[in-house]
């Protein structure tokens, strides 16, 4: 199955009747700066459907896009950005955490994000349990892997796919669009 339209509804900055509509969602989560944005774009094949940036915190509301007229991709901002004001930072985080935990929606998807390179943070980690724990149907996607030598690429996977154990973990480079058929299959069917 292929994304043959997609388009940008609205930004929520909380509950929204469009959340409540029927059609299914999936959210996109991670670190700030890991990608999120850039990976819904390659997965839509348009350069800047979601806004993207080098500087952690851009996006900084709940970005909904219409996929192929039946499902939503949400675009949510990242944890653990800096350059942001204290206030700021912590009404994210409360609309973030209710949109995630407590507004009991039920996501077709949830799809972690993680620095391939990197590997998975202590923030990663602490995310992953709250949605194992909640029974989220996750998804890991290991992104920029562009950024791994050759060399090492096969032992930084093993090594990832091993603290996600029984959850799927995606390979995955936004920036050479490597991934986007399996991914997408995954998030489509
Ligand atoms: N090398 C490389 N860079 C990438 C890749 N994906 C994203 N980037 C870069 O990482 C930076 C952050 O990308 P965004 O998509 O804005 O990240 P985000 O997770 O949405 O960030 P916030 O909205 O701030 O939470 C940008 O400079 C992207 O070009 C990738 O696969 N490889
Ligand atoms: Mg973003």
């Known amino acids: 199955m292929n994304i043959k339209s997609a388009v940008f509804v609205k930004s929520a900055i909380g509950t929204d009747d469009l959340f409540e509509n029927g059609t299914p969602q999936v959210v996109f989560i991670g670190r700030s700066n890991v990608g999120k944005s850039s ?3 390659s997965l839509v094949n348009q350069k800047s459907l979601a806004k993207t940036s080098s500087m952690p915190g851009r996006t900084q509301q709940l970005n909904v896009f219409l996929i192929n007229k039946a ?108 991934g986007v058929g399996e991914l997408t299959e995954e998030l489509l069917k």
């Open 71 to 178: 499902l939503y991709f949400v675009d949510i901002p990242g944890y653990g950005f800096a350059n942001i004001p204290e206030k700021m930072r912590l009404q994210i985080h409360k609309m973030v955490s209710w949109y995630l935990f407590d507004s009991n929606y039920v996501f077709k998807k949830v799809v972690l994000i993680i620095d391939a390179k990197v590997g998975p943070t202590a923030d990663d980690l602490d995310i992953f349990e709250n949605l194992e724990r909640e029974n989220k149907d996750v998804v890991i996607v290991a992104n920029k892997i562009d950024k791994i030598k050759k060399s090492e690429y096969e032992a930084q996977m093993q090594e990832i796919k091993k603290v996600f154990n029984n959850y799927k973990v995606f390979p995955f480079s936004a920036e050479k669009k490597t």
């Open 39 to 41: 990976v819904i774009n």
